[in-house]
């Protein structure tokens, strides 16, 4: 499958020859065009996508925005710090990423999504592409140590950033589930 490169040509007819050439989409000469087109078989072939448009200011913003070299990727999400603390100490993890349009930035503890509550909150933060969203916890106890992931979403992907959180009385354990023991048998 060949894959749609999409380039922006500017044309400027000038006399009647080159007219004549493009008479179907019905140019002026002397007035410059945008051409949307895509590679047609070999080096130096073009085929057109749609009518040119008109050169101008106007048209030239909406080209920017439809080609944003940004635009189409996941949102980039910063290194996040893992944490020690102290039996009822509060619990603050940020968590900062960026992404060209709109993004979602969800909290998960050990694998399972946080909702806020009285003891929890999350804040969010937006600016221009950049957003920044905390994690607090209030009064933090051994539950909430644990593996803490921020993931930033937008339509175009996901990226999530891990942050460990530990107690000096409690290291640090990815929590699984555990099988029950076989019944021991005394025969």
């Known amino acids: 499958m ?11 007819v000038v006399g009647a020859a080159a ?7 019905r140019l002026r000469p002397g007035v410059r065009y945008i051409v949307f087109v895509k ?3 070999g080096p130096r072939r073009f ?7 008109p050169h ?17 990727r996941s949102p980039r999400v910063a290194k996040m710090k893992n944490v020690k603390l102290r039996p009822n100490q ?9 992404s060209p349009s709109p993004m979602r930035i969800s909290w998960f503890k050990d694998g399972v999504p946080i909702r806020r509550s009285r003891r929890v909150r999350i804040k969010n933060k937006k ?44 290291p640090f354990r990815a929590e699984r ?7 021991s048998c005394s025969c």
């Open 56 to 72: 101008n200011r106007r048209t030239m913003r909406k080209v920017a925005r439809a080609t944003c070299k940004r635009c189409g």
């Open 90 to 98: 509060r619990l603050r993890l940020k968590c900062n990423a960026r």
């Open 19 to 25: 007219a004549a050439c493009v008479a179907r989409a």
């Open 127 to 170: 600016r221009k592409r950049l957003m920044r969203s905390t994690l607090i916890i209030r009064r933090a106890t051994e539950s909430d140590v644990g593996e803490y992931v921020c993931r930033a979403k937008n339509k175009d992907g996901s990226r999530s950033q891990k942050s460990r959180v530990t107690m000096p009385n409690r």
């Open 177 to 183: 589930p555990r099988r029950a023991a076989p019944p």
């Open 2 to 12: 060949s894959k749609l490169v999409m380039v922006v040509v500017v044309l400027i």
């Open 47 to 53: 085929r057109a996508l749609a009518t040119p448009e």
């Open 39 to 41: 590679p047609d078989g």
